[in-house]
């Protein structure tokens, strides 16, 4: 299995734009996750969908914010319109809810895209 | 609110020896707890999964704890490596059937040749 991709790995943009990261979860995965991780505040879970609906998006910041899922193997999270403070890396992660070899609930990270917004 | 820390931040050993990592939780109210390996400029690798009624997880020269009441797990490392300079992460799944894992903010790992 290829794992968790993400796309772009690397985007920069100036405030104002729209910024759009991908993600390709595991196949057969039910969760995905979508997370952010910066130096002052660590790893923080955005918001995460079950079988492609949005279960908790508590963790999104602010309007300018917003996930779909429009099938089981893609995601975006989008920004509109970008700010300096949004700057970070963009984690998606995957998890089963069970499987014969993987405990169930195991969280699989991609690599993550790293937002630079000027 | 469930909180979890990890001390220390930061830790430098000499190849060879045993580590142990800490990771504390508020809350013993938990699903599972996920010990993973962050290295720099990479996306998180699981290393071990504990679910609420076990006690402990093996995998190689890692083993996970877990003491629930206490709020705490502990990942040892045995025989450590220069290889296995990263920044450990411990996640909390928190109970209530919520998916929502709280993470702490790590222990960077460093081991010396």
């Known amino acids: 299995d290829a794992g968790v991709i993400q796309s772009p790995r690397h985007e920069v943009t100036e405030m104002g734009q729209e910024v759009t990261l991908r993600c390709k979860p595991i196949s057969g995965h039910d969760y995905l996750f979508w997370y952010r991780q910066t130096m002052m505040r660590g790893l923080e879970l955005l918001i995460y969908f079950n079988n492609n609906v949005p279960i908790d998006d508590s963790g999104m910041p602010e309007d300018r914010f917003s996930a779909k899922m429009p099938n089981a193997s893609f995601s975006t999270l989008k920004i509109q319109p970008s700010e300096p403070r949004d700057s970070a890396v963009y984690f998606c992660?995957?998890?089963?809810?069970?499987?014969?070899?993987?405990?169930?609930?195991?969280?699989?990270f991609g690599p993550g895209t790293r937002l630079t917004v000027l | 609110k469930q909180e979890v820390t990890q001390i220390p931040a930061a830790l430098s050993v000499p190849e060879g020896e045993n580590l142990v990592l800490n990771c504390s939780f508020t809350?013993?109210?938990?699903?599972?707890l996920q010990w993973f390996r962050q290295d720099p400029g990479k996306g998180l690798t699981s290393l071990l999964l504990i679910q609420s009624s076990q006690r402990e997880q093996t995998s190689g020269r890692l083993n996970a704890s877990l003491d629930k009441s206490s709020g705490r797990s502990t990942l040892y490392i045995a025989a450590s490596q220069p290889g296995d300079s990263a920044t450990y992460l411990c996640?909390?799944?928190?109970?209530?059937?919520?998916?929502?894992?709280?993470f702490g903010t790590g222990t960077r790992l460093k081991v010396l040749a």
């Open positions: 992660a995957s998890s089963p809810w069970t499987s014969g070899r993987v405990t169930y609930n195991e969280q699989f």
């Open positions: 809350d013993s109210a938990i699903y599972n």
């Open positions: 996640a909390v799944r928190p109970g209530g059937g919520t998916y929502k894992y709280i």
